[in-house]
Protein backbone atom coordinates (compact mmCIF):
# COMPACT_ATOMS: atom_id res chain seq x y z
CA UNK A 1 0.00 0.00 0.00
CA UNK A 2 1.40 3.16 -0.79
CA UNK A 3 1.55 5.92 2.08
CA UNK A 4 3.17 9.44 2.32
CA UNK A 5 4.71 10.64 5.17
CA UNK A 6 4.94 14.54 6.30
CA UNK A 7 7.77 14.49 9.06
CA UNK A 8 7.59 18.51 9.95
CA UNK A 9 3.78 18.17 12.41
CA UNK A 10 4.61 22.00 12.72
CA UNK A 11 7.05 24.67 10.72
CA UNK A 12 6.99 28.47 10.80
CA UNK A 13 8.34 31.03 8.75
CA UNK A 14 8.76 34.99 8.82
CA UNK A 15 6.77 37.10 6.68
CA UNK A 16 8.74 37.57 3.11
CA UNK A 17 10.84 34.59 3.92
CA UNK A 18 11.21 31.38 2.32
CA UNK A 19 10.05 27.63 3.64
CA UNK A 20 9.85 24.11 3.01
CA UNK A 21 7.68 21.50 3.82
CA UNK A 22 8.98 18.35 3.59
CA UNK A 23 6.93 15.11 1.84
CA UNK A 24 8.30 11.40 1.52
CA UNK A 25 6.45 8.59 -0.37
CA UNK A 26 6.44 4.75 -0.58
CA UNK A 27 4.98 3.10 -3.73
CA UNK A 28 6.09 0.53 -6.18
CA UNK A 29 4.31 2.06 -9.17
CA UNK A 30 6.27 4.44 -11.91
CA UNK A 31 3.51 6.23 -13.02
CA UNK A 32 1.40 8.18 -10.68
CA UNK A 33 0.26 11.92 -9.17
CA UNK A 34 1.54 13.95 -6.16
CA UNK A 35 -0.43 17.11 -4.98
CA UNK A 36 0.68 19.53 -2.24
CA UNK A 37 -3.29 20.77 -0.52
CA UNK A 38 -3.77 24.21 1.96
CA UNK A 39 -6.31 23.75 4.34
CA UNK A 40 -6.78 27.38 5.96
CA UNK A 41 -8.78 28.08 9.27
CA UNK A 42 -11.69 27.99 7.20
CA UNK A 43 -10.90 24.21 6.61
CA UNK A 44 -11.45 24.39 2.79
CA UNK A 45 -9.19 22.23 1.15
CA UNK A 46 -7.22 23.74 -1.67
CA UNK A 47 -5.24 22.57 -4.41
CA UNK A 48 -1.62 24.63 -4.45
CA UNK A 49 0.40 21.99 -7.01
CA UNK A 50 0.21 18.87 -8.77
CA UNK A 51 3.14 17.01 -10.16
CA UNK A 52 2.74 14.31 -12.85
CA UNK A 53 5.76 11.21 -11.96
CA UNK A 54 6.76 10.85 -15.78
CA UNK A 55 7.83 14.73 -16.39
CA UNK A 56 10.87 15.45 -14.79
CA UNK A 57 10.43 19.21 -14.80
CA UNK A 58 9.40 20.58 -11.15
CA UNK A 59 5.87 22.31 -11.05
CA UNK A 60 5.88 25.80 -10.13
CA UNK A 61 2.74 27.48 -9.39
CA UNK A 62 3.70 31.47 -8.77
CA UNK A 63 5.26 31.10 -5.02
CA UNK A 64 5.14 27.75 -4.48
CA UNK A 65 7.41 25.12 -6.14
CA UNK A 66 8.48 21.63 -5.06
CA UNK A 67 11.48 19.53 -5.63
CA UNK A 68 10.54 16.37 -6.97
CA UNK A 69 13.23 13.65 -6.53
CA UNK A 70 11.75 10.47 -7.73
CA UNK A 71 14.56 7.77 -7.07
CA UNK A 72 14.17 9.31 -3.20
CA UNK A 73 10.58 9.63 -3.10
CA UNK A 74 10.73 13.11 -2.24
CA UNK A 75 8.49 15.52 -3.15
CA UNK A 76 9.41 18.80 -1.19
CA UNK A 77 7.46 21.78 -1.50
CA UNK A 78 8.89 25.21 -1.12
CA UNK A 79 7.10 28.65 -0.34
CA UNK A 80 8.95 31.99 -1.28
CA UNK A 81 7.98 35.52 -0.62
CA UNK A 82 6.13 34.00 2.65
CA UNK A 83 2.79 35.91 2.84
CA UNK A 84 0.29 35.98 6.29
CA UNK A 85 -2.37 34.40 4.52
CA UNK A 86 -0.02 31.21 3.54
CA UNK A 87 -1.05 30.38 6.82
CA UNK A 88 -2.41 26.87 6.83
CA UNK A 89 -2.14 22.90 7.52
CA UNK A 90 -0.71 22.07 4.49
CA UNK A 91 -1.31 17.99 3.16
CA UNK A 92 1.19 16.50 0.58
CA UNK A 93 -1.21 13.60 -1.55
CA UNK A 94 -0.65 10.51 -3.69
CA UNK A 95 -3.03 9.68 -6.41
CA UNK A 96 -1.64 6.30 -8.21
CA UNK A 97 -3.39 7.11 -11.75
CA UNK A 98 -4.81 10.07 -13.34
CA UNK A 99 -8.96 8.60 -13.39
CA UNK A 100 -11.77 10.22 -11.62
CA UNK A 101 -11.61 7.27 -9.40
CA UNK A 102 -8.57 7.04 -8.34
CA UNK A 103 -8.18 7.49 -4.28
CA UNK A 104 -5.84 10.12 -2.71
CA UNK A 105 -3.77 8.72 0.19
CA UNK A 106 -2.51 11.89 2.59
CA UNK A 107 -0.02 12.42 4.31
CA UNK A 108 -0.31 13.85 8.03
CA UNK A 109 0.16 17.10 7.59
CA UNK A 110 2.19 20.32 8.36
CA UNK A 111 0.91 23.06 10.56
CA UNK A 112 2.44 26.36 9.12
CA UNK A 113 2.98 29.59 11.12
CA UNK A 114 3.77 32.75 9.57
CA UNK A 115 5.18 35.78 11.67
CA UNK A 116 4.94 38.93 10.69
CA UNK B 1 -11.39 23.22 -11.49
CA UNK B 2 -14.17 21.96 -10.36
CA UNK B 3 -16.63 24.20 -7.57
CA UNK B 4 -18.09 21.64 -5.11
CA UNK B 5 -20.81 22.74 -2.65
CA UNK B 6 -21.84 21.38 1.14
CA UNK B 7 -24.75 21.60 2.93
CA UNK B 8 -25.43 22.05 6.22
CA UNK B 9 -21.95 23.44 7.01
CA UNK B 10 -22.87 23.07 10.34
CA UNK B 11 -25.77 20.44 12.29
CA UNK B 12 -26.37 19.51 15.60
CA UNK B 13 -28.10 16.63 16.55
CA UNK B 14 -29.63 14.13 19.01
CA UNK B 15 -27.74 11.05 19.99
CA UNK B 16 -29.57 8.47 18.10
CA UNK B 17 -31.52 10.57 14.84
CA UNK B 18 -29.68 10.68 11.49
CA UNK B 19 -28.55 13.73 9.69
CA UNK B 20 -28.03 13.78 6.05
CA UNK B 21 -25.36 15.38 4.38
CA UNK B 22 -25.36 16.79 0.84
CA UNK B 23 -22.51 17.18 -1.87
CA UNK B 24 -23.01 19.03 -4.73
CA UNK B 25 -20.81 19.45 -8.13
CA UNK B 26 -21.61 23.05 -9.55
CA UNK B 27 -20.13 23.01 -12.57
CA UNK B 28 -19.10 19.13 -13.67
CA UNK B 29 -20.63 15.96 -13.90
CA UNK B 30 -18.81 14.11 -11.41
CA UNK B 31 -19.53 10.59 -11.76
CA UNK B 32 -17.36 9.89 -8.81
CA UNK B 33 -17.38 11.70 -5.45
CA UNK B 34 -15.22 10.87 -2.32
CA UNK B 35 -16.24 11.25 1.15
CA UNK B 36 -13.56 12.05 3.97
CA UNK B 37 -13.73 11.94 7.88
CA UNK B 38 -11.32 14.95 9.59
CA UNK B 39 -10.45 15.42 13.24
CA UNK B 40 -8.83 18.67 14.57
CA UNK B 41 -5.43 19.11 12.75
CA UNK B 42 -5.40 15.50 11.37
CA UNK B 43 -5.31 14.51 8.10
CA UNK B 44 -8.42 13.61 6.07
CA UNK B 45 -9.58 10.16 6.18
CA UNK B 46 -11.00 8.67 3.42
CA UNK B 47 -14.20 7.07 4.10
CA UNK B 48 -15.54 6.02 0.64
CA UNK B 49 -15.83 6.28 -2.75
CA UNK B 50 -19.32 7.27 -4.27
CA UNK B 51 -20.10 6.25 -7.67
CA UNK B 52 -22.96 7.42 -9.82
CA UNK B 53 -25.94 5.14 -9.96
CA UNK B 54 -23.88 2.36 -8.34
CA UNK B 55 -23.27 1.38 -5.03
CA UNK B 56 -20.37 3.17 -2.86
CA UNK B 57 -17.01 1.68 -2.32
CA UNK B 58 -16.44 1.43 1.18
CA UNK B 59 -13.21 1.78 2.97
CA UNK B 60 -12.15 -0.83 5.73
CA UNK B 61 -13.37 -0.60 9.08
CA UNK B 62 -16.33 2.07 7.53
CA UNK B 63 -19.90 1.01 8.56
CA UNK B 64 -21.44 0.89 5.21
CA UNK B 65 -24.74 0.80 6.98
CA UNK B 66 -23.97 3.45 9.19
CA UNK B 67 -22.89 5.60 7.02
CA UNK B 68 -25.22 5.64 4.20
CA UNK B 69 -23.98 7.15 0.79
CA UNK B 70 -26.35 7.75 -2.49
CA UNK B 71 -24.89 8.87 -5.98
CA UNK B 72 -28.24 9.47 -7.47
CA UNK B 73 -27.17 12.11 -10.48
CA UNK B 74 -24.00 13.33 -11.75
CA UNK B 75 -24.35 16.19 -9.68
CA UNK B 76 -25.51 15.05 -6.11
CA UNK B 77 -23.58 12.86 -3.24
CA UNK B 78 -25.50 12.72 -0.57
CA UNK B 79 -23.82 11.24 3.31
CA UNK B 80 -26.27 10.20 5.58
CA UNK B 81 -25.19 9.38 9.05
CA UNK B 82 -27.74 7.24 10.94
CA UNK B 83 -28.18 6.52 14.81
CA UNK B 84 -25.77 8.91 15.27
CA UNK B 85 -23.44 9.39 18.41
CA UNK B 86 -21.33 11.81 19.96
CA UNK B 87 -18.24 9.93 18.57
CA UNK B 88 -19.53 10.27 15.07
CA UNK B 89 -19.19 14.01 15.60
CA UNK B 90 -16.63 15.14 13.23
CA UNK B 91 -15.65 17.08 10.04
CA UNK B 92 -17.23 15.44 6.83
CA UNK B 93 -15.56 16.56 3.55
CA UNK B 94 -16.23 15.47 0.32
CA UNK B 95 -14.45 15.54 -3.11
CA UNK B 96 -15.19 15.71 -6.90
CA UNK B 97 -12.43 13.34 -8.84
CA UNK B 98 -11.37 14.34 -12.31
CA UNK B 99 -9.68 12.81 -15.15
CA UNK B 100 -7.12 15.11 -14.91
CA UNK B 101 -6.20 13.38 -11.28
CA UNK B 102 -7.28 16.39 -8.85
CA UNK B 103 -9.67 16.30 -6.48
CA UNK B 104 -11.82 19.40 -5.76
CA UNK B 105 -13.07 19.67 -2.47
CA UNK B 106 -16.43 20.83 -0.51
CA UNK B 107 -16.47 23.47 2.31
CA UNK B 108 -16.69 20.62 4.83
CA UNK B 109 -19.85 19.87 7.15
CA UNK B 110 -19.07 19.78 10.73
CA UNK B 111 -21.35 17.44 12.50
CA UNK B 112 -21.92 17.61 16.80
CA UNK B 113 -23.90 15.18 18.36
CA UNK B 114 -25.23 15.86 21.49
Known amino acids: AQTVTQSQPEMSVQEAETVTLSCTYDTSESDYYLFWYKQPPSRQMILVIR??????QNATENRFSVNFQKAAKSFSLKISDSQLGDAAMYFCAYRKDGTSYGKLTFGQGTILTVHP | GAVVSQHPSRVICKSGTSVKIECRSLDFQATTMFWYRQFPKKSLMLMATSNEGSKATYEQGVEKDKFLINHASLTLSTLTVTSAHPEDSSFYIC??????????FGPGTRLTVT
Open chain 1, 51 to 56: QEAYKQ
Open chain 2, 95 to 104: SVGQASGEQY
